[in-house]
């Protein structure tokens, strides 16, 4: 029949341009959409971060503390945030870097050993580098009871490097005048 | 008869006139143009019409969708004579918190910290930060407490906004 043969429409090649044009399209437009749901990978420490206060020493009269800190750990650290309480509340609220009157830098609320992961396993930061006095603010008030310590350490992150709390080490000590 | 019927068939042939000499119609080029046009005209309208159903990302670290990072959110919080402490624990600096009371037989309200205590920090808590607040004027009557995360992300254009994570996000304390 003559209508068959002549017929006219949009070529096939056309049609496939247009189909895949269309598709292009959509996968870029889901793409935008979605690749910010695409997890990450965290900020983390790694197991087997320990610190440790094996002494330390409190004078209560004129609110002056001072410990020694041991990495106990199987990884270097790089610093640790110091809190304390002076009441029964189970959390140390007390930021105790703001009371630093030791030598190494703060970085971040940490006290920081240095620009990396500067004490090693075993290593030692003793009390003379760890010294607190409580006694310049005085809304600090009555005595502490508890130390609480988490360590830090340096990580790059993102091709960043980046400082990383370690909660799950964090460790509390009661302590007392002495 | 044969004839006849073969002559009546072409005349109404020539009268339907299927032939391509005089159909007219509009060229396959200018057809392929109108096509193309109309496809990107209905798919932008699609696409602006689709973003109004859709709110837009707010990403934290580089990118990553905030509702992701709520996941990495982790603290402690305890109340103890009307005081309230909270220890962030995590890696995610957690800009204010929402404060859902629970008054018992399905009463409840919810503020945001800010309305709630008079101390909170403007930059909110940061990685290993501690804060306590006295908290006991809101809290009266109630048998729990639900703090629920707020965090601090950009959008596209770099502005920032806040987001409040989902409640399985947050921390409940029995009074």
Not at chain 2, 106 to 135: C, H, M, Q
Request: proline share 3%; charged share 15%; aromatic share 10%.
């Amino acid at each position: 029949m003559n209508f068959i043969k002549n017929k006219k429409g949009v070529s096939e090649i056309i049609g496939y341009i247009l189909l895949i044009a269309i598709v292009v399209a959509i996968s870029v437009f889901v793409y935008q959409f979605l690749k910010s749901y695409v997890p990450k990978e965290s900020l983390t420490c790694p197991d087997g971060v320990t610190l440790l206060i094996p002494d330390y020493k409190y004078n209560c009269l004129e609110n002056l503390l001072n410990f020694t800190v041991q990495n106990e750990g199987t990884f270097s650290i790089g610093g640790y945030f110091i809190h304390a309480s002076n009441s029964t509340q189970e959390i140390a609220t007390i930021d105790l870097t703001h009371y630093y009157t030791g030598t190494n830098q703060l970085s971040a609320g940490a006290i920081s050993l240095g620009f990396a992961n500067a004490l090693d396993p075993g290593k030692i930061v003793p009390s003379v580098s760890n010294g607190f006095n409580l006694s310049i603010d005085p809304a600090v008030e009555g005595t502490l009871n508890k130390l609480e310590i988490i360590p830090m350490r340096y990580v790059v992150y993102q091709g960043k490097n980046r400082t990383a709390s370690c909660g799950n080490a964090k460790i509390s000590l009661p302590i007392d005048c002495n | 008869m044969k004839e006849m019927n073969k002559k009546e068939k072409n005349r109404r042939f020539s009268q339907y006139n299927f032939s391509s000499k005089n159909r007219k119609g509009v060229s396959p080029v200018i057809a392929t143009v109108l096509l193309i046009g109309l496809v990107i005209t209905l798919g932008a309208v699609v696409f602006v019409w689709f973003q109004n159903f859709t709110h837009e990302a707010v990403t934290k670290f580089e990118g990553e969708n905030i509702e992701l990072v709520c996941a990495d959110v982790q603290f402690t919080a305890n109340i103890n004579n009307g005081n309230l402490a909270i220890s962030n624990t995590g890696n995610v600096p957690v800009y204010s918190f929402n404060v859902k009371i629970d008054k018992g037989a399905g009463s409840y309200t919810t503020k945001e910290i800010t309305e709630a205590v008079s101390n909170w920090p403007k930059i909110g808590l940061r990685s290993s930060g501690v804060f306590s607040g006295d908290i006991s004027s809101y809290i009266s009557g109630a048998t729990k407490v639900t703090l629920i995360p707020i965090l601090r992300g950009t959008v596209s254009n770099g502005d920032e906004r806040s987001f409040t994570c989902a409640e399985q996000y947050g921390k409940t304390i029995s009074i």
